[in-house]
């Protein structure tokens, strides 16, 4: 009689350190039976020693314009090779280094800009000169596209300093948040659950916020943060006093502190 065997796919996405997995490996079964873990991370040292290492590649020049030209026009295939600023929308392209983000950031900020303030915008953005130039490049743009917004959708973006990291949002659920904190200002017409409606779909547009719809309809219902836009977000919050995370194992506040907003 042959026993029932098992087996699992599990996917444990953006481990930070060598002794995390450690500690997550010690739960893990190893059998024959044909189970497989799949792990990511930033890290290389981290994923070097979960196993085998496939390293994730960048986007192509070629699907880096495409992804470039469908966010800017709303269709890949109306992107010719005659752009306007061809020269300088290489250059950027070249920045952004084949990550996604970047280019959808930077192609959201210009798609709201005039091209004749392009060069601009360009311009604007200092890149740094790290080893890691992906990285400092991507933060470059989002920190140009975070300084673009009206300080009203400034102020609701740093809000989301206190939701936990991977956290699904619910719109409706946000939008009230924002209105009781008073950050969403009345218009002649509209409730301010409409205005502030309003406000999360123009982050939504700029690619601040990423969109979740509800299943089997396109409504969108809620939102998520990409961990390096939350990166951003965080360290804007410390750096404008606008937020204090109490973390659970922090008997009281700092004295010092005189942020606005204390999140527990």
Not at 48 to 55: A, I
Not at 171 to 177: A, H, Q
Request: hydrophobic share 35%.
């Amino acid at each position: 009689m042959r026993s029932h065997v098992n087996r699992y796919l599990i996917v444990i996405d953006d481990i930070w350190n060598i002794p995390s997995w450690d500690i997550i490996r010690c739960a893990l079964i190893e059998s024959s039976c044909g189970s497989k873990v799949i792990t990511t991370s930033r890290i290389f040292e981290v994923a070097k020693r979960s196993g085998e290492v496939c390293k994730l590649e960048p986007v192509s020049n070629d699907d880096s314009k495409k992804l470039f030209c469908a966010r800017l026009f709303g269709r890949k295939d109306t992107c010719s090779f005659d752009l306007p600023n061809e020269q300088s929308t290489e250059y950027i392209l070249q920045k952004c280094g084949g990550v996604p983000l970047a280019i959808i950031t930077i192609a959201t900020l210009l798609a709201s800009k005039p091209r004749d303030d392009w060069p601009k915008v360009y311009n604007s953005i200092g890149f740094g000169h790290e080893d890691n130039v992906d990285v400092s490049n991507t933060r470059q743009i989002l920190l140009f596209s975070y300084y673009d917004l009206p300080c009203h959708l400034k102020t609701c973006l740093l809000y989301l300093r206190i939701f936990p990291e991977d956290r699904e949002i619910e719109k409706d659920t946000l939008v009230w948040r924002w209105v009781a904190e008073g950050f969403v200002h009345e218009e002649p017409g509209r409730t301010l659950f409409k205005v502030g409606e309003r406000y999360f779909h123009e982050l939504v547009n700029r690619s601040m916020i990423q969109p979740v719809e509800k299943r089997g309809t396109y409504t969108i219902c809620a939102c998520r943060v990409h961990e390096m836009v939350l990166d951003m977000i965080c360290s804007m919050a410390n750096e404008e006093s606008f937020v204090t995370i109490l973390c659970s194992d922090e008997q009281h506040l700092s004295s010092h502190s005189n942020a606005r907003i204390l999140a527990v």
